[in-house]
């Protein structure tokens, strides 16, 4: 894993810091809100590391934990108390896919439950403003050939409430193909998911646990593979 420092425009090299060899496969990294912790998916060994982070010193703490098979999308809640991560084991199976909870309270921190999205290949990930759902975007099938026993004529948008220290679905929607990014609007109650097909994002409500699509595309040049909206 690569390490840069910035410096108001500058972008510097500042090392690597190795995790789990060339048998943790491509993953991806979040850092924590307060800036001393960062978290890695090892997607081809199954793990997330804790890093530890000390101005521009980064270091694998060898703290390894265990969220379903072939994790990958990682995101951590604006409050620093928890993470979630999402597997995509099914996209090789068509298998049901699964997101796992982080306490990041725990010491050592840890996985404290782990719910099916139904469907295959859960690929996309955000937490809310708030902390209080995740909107998780699952393949489901929508990028196989269509001849294929798993093909789904739509991915799905699966909201994943959090309680505590446990996961609960309370709602779903249909979306385009071979979907990927998910973002919040900053009050929370906007969603965008990009189609890598249609080459457009698609526009969602979410009022508590009703979830609605409000017929708004939204078209891009290509297929949009991830987004990212501003926070404070």
């Known amino acids: 894993m690569s390490v840069f420092t910035i410096q108001g425009k500058t972008v510097s090299a500042a090392g690597a810091v190795e995790v789990g060899g060339v048998k ?19 997607r081809d060994d199954n793990r997330i590391s804790v890093l530890s982070i000390d101005g521009s010193k980064v270091e694998y703490t060898k703290r390894d934990m265990t969220a379903g098979v072939r994790p990958i999308v990682l995101d951590i809640a604006s409050s620093g108390a928890f993470a979630m991560v999402a597997s995509l084991a099914g996209s090789a199976t068509g298998d049901n896919d699964s997101v796992s909870l982080i306490d990041l309270t725990a010491k050592p921190p840890r996985v404290v439950d782990t719910v099916g999205v139904l469907g295959a290949t859960a690929e996309g990930l955000k937490i809310s403003p708030d902390s209080s759902v995740a909107a998780v975007v699952v393949h489901n099938g929508s990028n196989r050939p ?21 996961l609960s679905r309370v709602a779903e929607a249909p979306i385009g193909h071979w979907s990927q990014g998910v973002a919040f609007s900053p009050d929370g109650k906007t969603i965008l998911v990009g189609n890598m097909v249609e080459k457009d994002y698609w526009v969602f409500r979410l009022d508590g646990s009703t979830l609605r699509d409000t017929g708004q595309r939204v078209k891009v040049n290509g297929g949009p593979a991830a987004i990212r909206t501003a926070e404070k």
């Open 146 to 166: 269509k001849d294929s026993p798993f093909y789904n004529d739509a991915g799905k948008l699966v909201i994943v409430r959090v309680t505590g220290k446990t």
């Open 24 to 42: 943790a496969g491509g993953g991806q990294v979040v850092i924590a809100p307060d800036g001393k912790t960062a978290l890695v998916s090892r």
